[in-house]
């Protein structure tokens, strides 16, 4: 089993930024691919990112690309989200997930990840 769990959401204005992470513990590996999504009010469940914990392409949702970055802390077993010039409609809670990438076909699909963190809540106000 793999246990994830978020840190560094919060209230920001918009244009500003924001450091999310996603500690795991358990059985994670570098066969295992890690993903952000996000679900706003009324919404369904979106793709943020997803790339395997061992590096390599990241894929980036139409969302995140050209504002968000991803890094690793291998020592840590962490992954970082640092979301930059954010906006209202980035409001959300944020979920890391993580799946083997031996299953994972359809990396933008929540259906396709095993593993699910808490969630964390990310305000942005206009």
């Known amino acids: 089993q793999v246990q994830l769990v978020e840190s560094g959401g919060g209230l920001v204005q918009a244009g500003g930024s924001l450091r999310l992470s996603c500690a795991a513990s358990g059985r994670t590996s570098s066969t295992y691919a890690m993903a952000w999504f996000r679900q706003a009010p009324g919404k369904e469940r979106e793709f943020v990112l997803a790339?395997?914990?061992?590096?390599?392409?990241?894929y980036w949702g139409d969302s995140a690309e050209g504002r968000f970055r991803l890094s690793r802390d291998y020592a840590k077993n962490t992954v970082n989200l640092q979301m930059n010039s954010l906006k209202p409609e980035d409001t959300g809670i944020y979920y890391c997930?993580?799946?083997?990438?031996?299953?994972?076909?359809?990396?933008?699909?929540?259906?396709?990840?095993?593993?699910w963190g808490r969630g964390i809540q990310v305000t942005v106000s206009s």
């Open positions: 997930a993580a799946a083997s990438v031996m299953s994972l076909v359809r990396y933008s699909e929540s259906s396709e990840y095993e593993y």
């Open positions: 790339t395997p914990w061992s590096g390599g392409v990241t």
